[in-house]
T-cell receptor, first 112, second 114 residues
Framework: GQNIDQPTEMTATEGAIVQINCTYQ??????LFWYQQHAGEAPTFLSY????GLEEKGRFSSFLSRSKGYSYLLLKELQMKDSASYLC?????????????FGRGTSLIVHP | ETGVTQSPTHLIKTRGQQVTLRCSSQ?????VSWYQQALGQGPQFIFQ???????GRGNFPPRFSGLQFPNYSSELNVNALLLGDSALYLC?????????????FGPGTRLLVL
């Protein structure tokens, strides 16, 4: 089975850097996803890591260590609009598809 | 805008009733997944449909059922509603082989069971 753990809530200041951690346990690794979900809206895809290391995409970067079962999402130059829930998800193979297991999400609050 | 639409946006039902939620997939996407998201939780996978057949199911009882139509729109049906079924129901569409990074979520239907 899959087990994902991430902090419930984090706060940060506008312009700062924040790191949101995710640890996972899975029987078969098929990559790790990060999604952003604003209150009352649908999740939107941020990043996908399947190999170890850091992947940078603008102000957002995602890191993966498969041996440690660990990932983090790094948000730089925080803006007020970054206040949202950040979901870590790990897919497992099922038939011809991949079924994601989501963590409960980390609610990020950005203060002025 | 992801091109995935859901209806209705909000719905109130009472215990024991039945509900049907609808989803229209993005053009060209032939796979649809349904998720239940309780308040303060991540989405929980209910099931997935591909070419009108169920193609994977999460840990949900049989009173959660679905349909996918030839035009790739789909329905989620829930019978004998319980208070605990109150949640945001999300559908997401993707092209088979496209990977979850190409999965697009709809805006969701918020269901309240009284």
């Amino acid at each position: 089975g899959q087990n994902i753990d991430q902090p419930t809530e984090m706060t940060a200041t506008e312009g700062a850097i924040v790191q949101i951690n995710c640890t996972y346990q899975t029987s078969g690794f098929n990559g790790l996803f990060w999604y952003q979900q604003h209150a009352g809206e649908a999740p939107t895809f941020l990043s996908y890591n399947v190999l170890d290391g850091l992947e940078e995409k603008g102000r957002f970067s995602s890191f993966l260590s498969r041996s440690k079962g660990y990932s983090y999402l790094l948000l730089k130059e925080l803006q007020m609009k970054d206040s949202a829930s950040y979901l870590c998800a790990v897919p497992s193979a099922s038939g011809g598809s991949y079924i994601p297991t989501f963590g409960r999400g980390t609610s990020l609050i950005v203060h002025p | 805008e992801t091109g995935v639409t859901q209806s209705p946006t909000h719905l109130i039902k009472t215990r024991g009733q039945q509900v049907t939620l609808r989803c229209s997939s993005q053009s060209g996407h032939n796979t649809v997944s349904w998720y239940q998201q309780a308040l303060g939780q991540g989405p929980q996978f209910i099931f997935q449909y591909y070419r009108e057949e169920e193609n994977g199911r999460g840990n949900f009882p049989p009173r959660f059922s679905g349909l996918q139509f030839p035009n790739y729109s789909s329905e989620l049906n829930v019978n004998a509603l319980l208070l605990g079924d109150s949640a945001l129901y999300l559908c997401a569409s993707t092209q088979v082989g496209g990977g979850l990074q190409t999965q697009y979520f709809g805006p969701g239907t918020r269901l309240l069971v009284l």
